[in-house]
């Protein structure tokens, strides 16, 4: 759009041989910047997505400026209307800024000026644009942080059902599988378990959550360049406006601070690596070697050269991906470390790692959500997994201690049983009733002397146990505490 056939007619703001600049300054500059500096300092490119965020901004302080008597409230008036139009226009496309603006703050106070004229150079009064960036992009990353917990309250629902059909019925028996540690197995679990594990990570992800709000939900603005401002504003107007729970207490502190990104990375490269720690079991299952889950075409895909194949590319790129957020959290915390007080143009390097790991899981999550609510499970090869692998030894040490066994000598005694099976190629299933008796005496037969996976799961009732009652307990507690969960609503404005 040219600026001129938007001009209102009664208030030319410039001699109509004068183009108005998109700058903000340049009153004590004699020369242009160079091209090469100008394209390094832009930021417009990808700060453009603030504009709902500073128009809106812009607008309570404008309110809080007539209110205060600073502006007057005709001025005002003409402001706020300027910025509705503005944030309308964009919205259906009828208006647009300008690309070469130095950042969303210029574009949005130069389209401000060709729409209202002069009058919009008032909207700055008692303003900075270092005051005016930190407030932004606080108010953007509160919506995001909502939307993000949402995507995680959806995953958890998604465990809860899986879970909950893992658990069986009165005439299904739970799913069991080996438990692993170093990768080997170790001891029976049930499914349902190990899903509802991911829940209770995902959990303490969205507290997380609501703590970096807590502390990201305070205003900056107000604070001026970083000395707050000789106008008797009230700032605290400004955060009702806004939504804000109350205002930064010191104006260096509220621009120079960008621990709320970092507390959002953080939160996010933790987020990232349950979903990529979920991811990489998920491939491991998949394998042709494990063949615990078969995953849907909807998440996979083929290979150009190889017809066979189908690889599970959505659980490769959670794995994946983690890098780049935590390449964000890492980037941005190097960014920070050197600099000293107040406001310095490093830190407009704090908005594309935000936006990336934003971005990254508002993809990723849904995706791999979509992934666990498809997957099929094998069960049948999960039992089959479970026969002659000797998870339940501990089980068999744990009798003889029953028996009265200092359980260190009951774990050598199993210990030689399982190199006795090895050596003959059996499991301890496969042991008749002489044999284990020639381990000890206390072996007497029994089908607790079986070692059977169900007897194993059964025996584990300990609370937050793998037992079927001790799971069904969980989920229970699971589901409460989910529900009472709410959604993150950090603002009702
Ligand atoms: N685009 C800048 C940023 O994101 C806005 C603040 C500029 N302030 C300044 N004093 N140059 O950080």
């Given at each position: 759009m040219t600026e001129d056939n938007n001009m209102p007619k009664n208030d030319a703001p410039f001699a109509s041989s004068e183009k108005p600049s998109l700058k903000l300054w340049g009153g004590r500059f004699e020369g242009e910047i160079d091209k090469l500096s100008a394209q390094l300092n832009n930021s417009y490119s990808f700060d453009c997505r603030l504009w709902r965020q500073d128009i809106r901004g812009s607008i309570a302080h404008a309110t809080m400026l007539g209110e205060c008597g600073i502006l007057p409230e005709e001025d005002v008036r003409v402001i706020i209307d300027g910025l509705q139009r503005i944030e309308e226009g964009i919205g259906n496309g009828t208006l647009s800024f300008d690309p070469e603006a130095e950042d969303i703050h210029s574009a949005v106070e130069s389209l401000l000026r060709t729409l209202i004229g002069t009058t919009a150079g008032?909207?700055?009064?008692?303003?900075?644009?270092?005051?005016?960036?930190?407030?932004?992009?606080?108010?953007?990353?509160?919506?995001?942080?909502?939307?993000?917990?949402?995507?995680?309250?959806?995953?958890?629902s998604t465990l809860l059902d899986r879970a909950e059909r893992a658990?069986?019925?009165?005439?299904?028996?739970?799913?069991?599988?080996?438990?692993?540690?170093?990768?080997?197995?170790?001891?029976?679990?049930?499914?349902?378990?190990?899903?509802?594990?991911?829940?209770?990570?995902?959990?303490?992800?969205?507290?997380?959550?609501?703590?970096?709000?807590?502390?990201?939900?305070?205003?900056?603005?107000?604070?001026?360049?970083?000395?707050?401002?000789?106008?008797?504003?009230?700032?605290?107007?400004?955060?009702?406006?806004?939504?804000?729970?109350?205002?930064?207490?010191?104006?260096?502190?509220?621009?120079?601070?960008?621990?709320?990104?970092?507390?959002?990375?953080?939160?996010?490269?933790?987020?990232?690596m349950h979903c990529s720690r979920m991811a990489e079991e998920l491939i491991?299952?998949?394998?042709?070697?494990?063949?615990?889950?078969?995953?849907?075409?909807?998440?996979?895909?083929?290979?150009?050269?190889?017809?066979?194949?189908?690889?599970?590319?959505?659980?490769?790129?959670?794995?994946?991906?983690?890098?780049?957020?935590?390449?964000?959290?890492?980037?941005?915390?190097?960014?920070?470390?050197?600099?000293?007080?107040?406001?310095?143009?490093?830190?407009?390097?704090?908005?594309?790692?935000?936006?990336?790991?934003?971005?990254?899981?508002?993809?990723?999550?849904?995706?791999?959500?979509?992934?666990?609510?498809?997957?099929?499970?094998?069960?049948?090869?999960?039992?089959?997994?479970?026969?002659?692998?000797?998870?339940?030894?501990?089980?068999?040490?744990?009798?003889?201690?029953?028996r009265g066994v200092p359980f260190r000598e009951a774990h050598h005694v199993i210990g030689r049983m399982v190199r006795y099976c090895l050596d003959g190629k059996i499991g301890l299933e496969d042991l008749t009733l002489e044999e284990r008796k020639s381990f000890s005496p206390l072996f007497q037969g029994g089908s607790e002397e079986t070692a059977s996976p169900e007897g194993s799961v059964r025996l584990r009732a300990s609370e937050g146990g793998t037992s079927p009652e001790a799971v069904r307990k969980q989920l229970d507690l699971a589901r409460d505490l989910f529900a009472g969960m709410l959604p993150l609503r950090i603002s009702n404005t």
């Amino acid at each position: 759009m040219t600026e001129d056939n938007n001009m209102p007619k009664n208030d030319a703001p410039f001699a109509s041989s004068e183009k108005p600049s998109l700058k903000l300054w340049g009153g004590r500059f004699e020369g242009e910047i160079d091209k090469l500096s100008a394209q390094l300092n832009n930021s417009y490119s990808f700060d453009c997505r603030l504009w709902r965020q500073d128009i809106r901004g812009s607008i309570a302080h404008a309110t809080m400026l007539g209110e205060c008597g600073i502006l007057p409230e005709e001025d005002v008036r003409v402001i706020i209307d300027g910025l509705q139009r503005i944030e309308e226009g964009i919205g259906n496309g009828t208006l647009s800024f300008d690309p070469e603006a130095e950042d969303i703050h210029s574009a949005v106070e130069s389209l401000l000026r060709t729409l209202i004229g002069t009058t919009a150079g008032k909207l700055h009064t008692a303003r900075s644009r270092n005051d005016q960036v930190a407030t932004d992009t606080r108010l953007y990353l509160r919506e995001h942080i909502e939307d993000i917990d949402g995507l995680l309250a959806s995953f958890q629902s998604t465990l809860l059902d899986r879970a909950e059909r893992a658990l069986g019925s009165e005439n299904e028996s739970p799913v069991i599988l080996s438990g692993y540690t170093h990768l080997q197995h170790a001891q029976p679990v049930l499914l349902s378990h190990h899903l509802l594990a991911y829940f209770w990570m995902f959990f303490r992800d969205r507290d997380r959550l609501r703590d970096a709000t807590r502390r990201l939900n305070l205003l900056p603005l107000g604070a001026g360049a970083l000395a707050g401002v000789n106008y008797p504003v009230d700032r605290r107007r400004v955060a009702e406006l806004l939504g804000f729970d109350g205002v930064i207490p010191n104006s260096m502190d509220a621009v120079s601070d960008r621990d709320f990104i970092l507390d959002f990375l953080s939160s996010a490269s933790i987020i990232i690596m349950h979903c990529s720690r979920m991811a990489e079991e998920l491939i491991i299952w998949n394998s042709p070697e494990f063949r615990y889950v078969e995953l849907d075409d909807s998440v996979t895909t083929g290979s150009s050269i190889m017809p066979q194949k189908k690889n599970p590319d959505v659980a490769e790129l959670a794995r994946g991906k983690a890098g780049r957020i935590f390449g964000d959290l890492v980037g941005f915390l190097t960014v920070m470390k050197g600099l000293p007080l107040a406001y310095n143009k490093d830190m407009q390097e704090d908005k594309e790692p935000l936006f990336d790991a934003i971005d990254t899981l508002t993809i990723l999550i849904p995706a791999l959500n979509k992934t666990i609510h498809s997957a099929v499970f094998n069960t049948e090869r999960m039992k089959e997994a479970l026969s002659r692998d000797f998870s339940t030894a501990t089980d068999l040490a744990d009798l003889l201690v029953r028996r009265g066994v200092p359980f260190r000598e009951a774990h050598h005694v199993i210990g030689r049983m399982v190199r006795y099976c090895l050596d003959g190629k059996i499991g301890l299933e496969d042991l008749t009733l002489e044999e284990r008796k020639s381990f000890s005496p206390l072996f007497q037969g029994g089908s607790e002397e079986t070692a059977s996976p169900e007897g194993s799961v059964r025996l584990r009732a300990s609370e937050g146990g793998t037992s079927p009652e001790a799971v069904r307990k969980q989920l229970d507690l699971a589901r409460d505490l989910f529900a009472g969960m709410l959604p993150l609503r950090i603002s009702n404005t």
